[in-house]
């Protein structure tokens, strides 16, 4: 691998990672979000990231198959009138923020591997001068 592929693969999980952080991001805000009406609440989106030679890629993003939360809520106007239940989101906001603190160091480690290489290359290009 060459010191420029090693920033292009860097550079690729920086992007993956800030876009799973975003779809992580989008699962937090959602995460109190009920059924109203006919609509159904948001569902958990899952991003798959998968390695190549080129770098990462984002392999497929889909949606959590967990079934939504009914929490039992007689005062509120969106319940089912039958049962009283109000069926909410199936993101857990905790399993959230592990998610998005694995995702954040692993930023933080393409971050660290693109500058050892632009150190790398700054170090190889500095060879020779006096």
């Given at each position: 691998?060459?010191?420029?592929n090693a920033l292009?693969?860097?550079?690729?999980?920086?992007a993956?990672?800030?876009?799973r952080m975003?779809?992580?991001?989008?699962?937090i805000?959602?995460s109190?979000?009920?059924?109203?009406?006919?609509?159904m609440?948001?569902r958990?989106r899952?991003v798959?990231?998968?390695?190549t030679?080129e770098g990462?890629t984002?392999?497929?993003?889909?949606?959590?198959?967990?079934?939504?939360r009914?929490?039992y809520?007689p005062g509120n106007p969106?319940?089912?009138?039958?049962?009283?239940?109000?069926?909410y989101?199936?993101?857990e906001?905790v399993?959230?923020?592990v998610?998005?603190?694995?995702?954040?160091?692993?930023?933080?480690a393409?971050?660290?591997a693109?500058?050892s290489?632009k150190?790398?290359?700054?170090?190889?290009?500095n060879i020779g001068k006096?």
């Open positions: 691998m060459t010191l420029n292009k693969t860097s550079s690729t999980g920086l993956a990672e800030r876009f975003d779809v992580i991001s989008a699962n805000a959602n109190n979000s009920m059924q109203i009406g006919g609509q609440p948001y958990r899952v798959e990231l998968m390695g030679p990462v984002i392999n497929r993003v889909s949606q959590d198959s967990r079934p939504f009914q929490v809520e969106y319940r089912n009138p039958v049962t009283n239940m109000v069926t989101s199936n993101v906001p399993e959230e923020m998610n998005m603190m694995s995702a954040s160091r692993a930023y933080e393409n971050i660290a693109f500058n290489a150190g790398m290359i700054r170090s190889a290009l006096v």
